[in-house]
């Protein structure tokens, strides 16, 4: 069910009417739609829908970090503690700060990024501007807290300007990524947009042909989606972001039990 005022004004309202059209489906499965950002883009108008909830989607639960999670935050901890300087590429002398990721350290679920922007490298932590924010509320639309899963990036400094990781600061970063992977252990990996999901699986594919289904990285199943950012730019882009975490949750629920 969609509730909505309109502003006749608004000069968005044809995007909106053509998203509500392909978007009905998914809403109608109990799509929370990310619906403060909406509400910020298009500038007036409000979308709120019922949040139904089918398949266990949705379900929030407190977050308990389990012994072996309390193991993994001692190892990542330390890990952290040995890698925060360092100065294996030019991207190292130009950070303000190191962004790690954080999260639940016995996620079974990690969402990998491709690098800090402005606001991550300003406080240090992941995904914590404008992106950061929609992807929190694309976590919780299917039932989990931010603090349940891990968020990491590939590279683990700024690139100025937002620049594109340099192949060679991504060949010396990566291996960061791989160590915490085998700490943290998860079940099930979501790569947000085509550079992170193109370098950790190795391949060319683009993001379009890779989303969405079940991949696979040395035995941990990977479903990518587009990047958080993508959506800011586009908001007709969160009808395949929310098919793909509704797809993601189920893998997640298959593969892990449905609880968090
Ligand atoms: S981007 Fe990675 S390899 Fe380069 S300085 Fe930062 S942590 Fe080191």
Same mark, same amino acid.
């Given at each position: 069910?969609? #509730?909505?005022?309109? +502003? ?10 053509? @998203? ?7 809403? /109608?499965?109990?799509?929370?739609? !990310?619906?403060?950002? =909406? ?18 989607? &949705? ?12 193991? *993994?935050?001692? &190892?990542?901890? &330390?890990?952290? %503690?040995?890698?925060? #300087?360092?100065? $294996? ?12 990721? /954080?999260? *639940?350290?016995?996620?079974? @679920? ?9 606001? %991550? ?15 929190? $509320? ?5 039932? !989990?807290?931010?603090?349940?899963? !891990?968020?990491? +990036?590939?590279? $683990? ?10 192949? /060679?600061?991504? /060949? ?14 998860? $079940? ?5 947009? #085509?550079?992170?999901?193109?370098? =950790? ?24 989606? !587009?990047?958080?950012? &993508?959506? =800011?730019? +586009? ?24 609880? *968090?």
């Amino acid at each position: 069910m969609l #509730n909505q005022k309109r +502003n006749p004004s608004n000069s968005f309202s044809e995007v909106i009417k053509a @998203l509500q059209a392909e978007a009905k489906q998914s809403l /109608e499965d109990g799509f929370i739609y !990310f619906k403060e950002d =909406l509400k910020t883009k298009t500038k007036g108008t409000v979308i709120v829908p019922t949040r139904k909830i089918k398949s266990g989607v &949705a379900v929030v639960c407190p977050v308990v970090i389990s012994k072996e999670g309390k193991d *993994n935050e001692k &190892a990542l901890q &330390a890990y952290k %503690e040995e890698i925060k #300087n360092c100065q $294996k590429c030019s991207l190292g002398k130009t950070r303000t700060n190191f962004v790690f990721g /954080e999260g *639940n350290p016995g996620a079974k @679920l990690v969402f990998i990024g491709e690098a800090p922007g402005a606001d %991550e490298d300003e406080q240090g932590r992941p995904f914590v501007g404008r992106s950061g924010q929609l992807l929190t $509320k694309i976590i919780e639309s299917i039932g !989990f807290k931010r603090e349940d899963v !891990f968020i990491i +990036n590939i590279l $683990k400094c700024r690139p100025p300007n937002n620049r594109a990781p340099e192949p /060679e600061e991504v /060949e010396v970063c990566i291996p960061y990524l791989y160590k915490q992977l085998e700490i943290i252990k998860p $079940k099930i990996i979501c790569t947000l947009g #085509n550079p992170s999901t193109q370098t =950790l699986l190795n391949t060319k594919e683009g993001i379009t042909k890779l989303r969405g289904r079940a991949l696979d990285w040395n035995g941990i199943e990977v479903v990518a989606t !587009f990047h958080p950012s &993508a959506c =800011l730019r +586009n908001p007709a882009y969160k009808v395949d972001v929310w098919k793909d975490v509704k797809f993601l949750r189920k893998e997640y629920d298959r593969l892990c039990g449905s609880s *968090n």
